[in-house]
């Protein structure tokens, strides 16, 4: 009966393949967030996607930790690991691309001064317009986001450009208004700082 049990609880155990697989998987999408366009909106906060990327580098990490650890259990995890010596090289590669992403990221947003701003009202379906300005210079810069439910945003609306290092959305130089179709945002400069490019986003969540 003991053994029956003992049995019964390994086969329920996650397997070699199975760190490999989430570990490979997690590594993969830190690299792809750490150089996309994309945010993610927590309790009226938001993400940067080198945030989110470090994010879930540090939970390939451990995943991959918890597989070194049962690979020293298990003979069979030891065995499996030697047979997959390639993931070593394709581990480094992936860390690389998500660590130097997630820092470049960070630095953009360091020296831009980028400052981001969940706008309100919210509009059907919980649609939100996500911005974020940024100042370098004489040029000011913004970009619109539209997050849904899953508080996801994985590309840009539009964006704008405003002389004069101006930020229209942190001055209140805006409109944002919404009907059945979508969101409309409005980006207005002033006299002295026009906006130059752009100056309206349609936000548009799908719904």
């Not at 370098?136 to 970009?143: A, D, K, R, S």
């Not at 539009?158 to 409005?186: I, M, Q």
Request: net charge neutral; charged share 15%.
């Amino acid at each position: 009966m003991t053994e029956a049990r003992i049995e019964h609880g390994v086969g329920w155990s996650p397997g070699p393949g199975a760190y490999t697989a989430a570990g490979i998987g997690t590594l993969a999408l830190a690299a792809w967030a750490a150089w996309s366009d994309l945010l993610l909106v927590v309790w009226g906060r938001v993400v940067p996607g080198w945030g989110v990327s470090g994010t879930v580098l540090v939970l390939a990490l451990v995943l991959w930790r918890t597989f070194l650890r049962a690979a020293r259990r298990e003979e069979t995890a030891r065995l499996a690991w030697k047979r997959t010596r390639w993931l070593w090289p394709t581990s480094a590669v992936l860390i690389a691309v998500a660590a130097s992403g997630s820092a470049w990221g960070a630095l953009d947003d360091l020296v831009s001064d980028a400052r981001y701003y969940v706008l309100s009202p919210t509009g059907p379906g919980g649609c939100r317009a996500v911005v974020r300005e940024t100042s370098f210079l004489v040029i000011g810069n913004g970009e619109a986001y539209a997050v849904g439910r899953t508080g996801l945003a994985l590309g840009e609306a539009d964006s704008w450009v405003v002389d004069d290092g101006y930020r229209p959305v942190a001055a209140g130089t805006y409109e944002l208004k919404w009907d059945r179709s979508g969101g409309l945002l409005l980006i207005n400069g002033t006299n002295v700082n026009p906006v130059v490019r752009g100056g309206q986003a349609d936000i548009d969540c799908g719904w």
